[in-house]
T-cell receptor, first 120, second 113 residues
Framework: AQTVTQSQPEMSVQEAETVTLSCTYD???????LFWYKQPPSRQMILVIR??????QNATENRFSVNFQKAAKSFSLKISDSQLGDTAMYFC?????????????????FGQGTILTVHP | AAGVIQSPRHLIKEKRETATLKCYPIPRHDTVYWYQQGPGQDPQFLIS???????DKGSIPDRFSAQQFSDYHSELNMSSLELGDSALYFCASSRGGGGNIQYFGAGTRLSVL
């Protein structure tokens, strides 16, 4: 079974600064995906960024980037130029890739979450 | 763009009652997932369906059942409700070959009194 660990229950950052959220995972699988989801006070789950394990290049989406260290099983999220709207719970998630009928799918295993507060 | 639709958004039930949660995936998405998020907890996987067949099963109580219909919508049926079933229930959908990205609905908040 896979486990995902987020060791920072809470983080805070000043607006416009940079913050890094940590995530480690444990798996014996070789084909998998890693995700960061954001859950604002509305409780909606919003995808922030995705990383395919077979890709060495770190994923980037505008102000969000990851540092994926496969050997160390580490997947941290860096938020640059933090904005007030970034205030939310952030979940790291692991997905083992399964195949059926020529397509792939898989359940998400989430970490415990990190509450990020951006201060003006 | 169309999103995952869940209904109802809020549901209040008494202990031992039944509840049915509905999920309408994004058009052309063939896989549906159900997750349960208790207060202050991370979402826990319950069950998933691919092309109307159950594809995976997680920590779903025997009191719960689910299915995916021919139009790809899914229903989660919950019977003999307990206080501990109070949670936010998410449905997510994905498309085979779509990069394995799961798009979440807004969730159904179930309160069992």
């Amino acid at each position: 079974a896979q486990t995902v660990t987020q060791s920072q229950p809470e983080m805070s950052v000043q607006e416009a600064e940079t913050v890094t959220l940590s995530c480690t995972y444990d798996t014996s699988e070789n084909n998998y995906y890693l995700f960061w989801y954001k859950q604002p006070p509305s409780r909606q789950m919003i995808l922030v960024i995705r990383q395919e394990a077979y890709k060495q290049q770190n994923a980037t989406e505008n102000r969000f980037s990851v540092n994926f260290q496969k050997a160390a099983k580490s997947f941290s999220l860096k938020i640059s130029d933090s904005q007030l709207g970034d205030t939310a719970m952030y979940f790291c998630a692991f997905m083992k890739q399964n195949y059926a009928g020529g397509t792939s799918y898989g359940k998400l295993t989430f970490g415990q979450g990190t509450i990020l507060t951006v201060h003006p | 763009a169309a999103g995952v639709i869940q209904s109802p958004r809020h549901l209040i039930k008494e202990k031992r009652e039944t509840a049915t949660l509905k999920c309408y995936p994004i058009p052309r998405h063939d896989t549906v997932y159900w997750y349960q998020q208790g207060p202050g907890q991370d979402p826990q996987f319950l069950i998933s369906f691919y092309e109307k067949m159950q594809s995976d099963k997680g920590s779903i109580p025997d009191r719960f059942s689910a299915q995916q219909f021919s139009d790809y919508h899914s229903e989660l049926n919950m019977s003999s409700l307990e206080l501990g079933d109070s949670a936010l229930y998410f449905c997510a959908s994905s498309r085979g070959g779509g990069g394995n990205i799961q798009y979440f609905g807004a969730g159904t908040r179930l309160s069992v009194l």
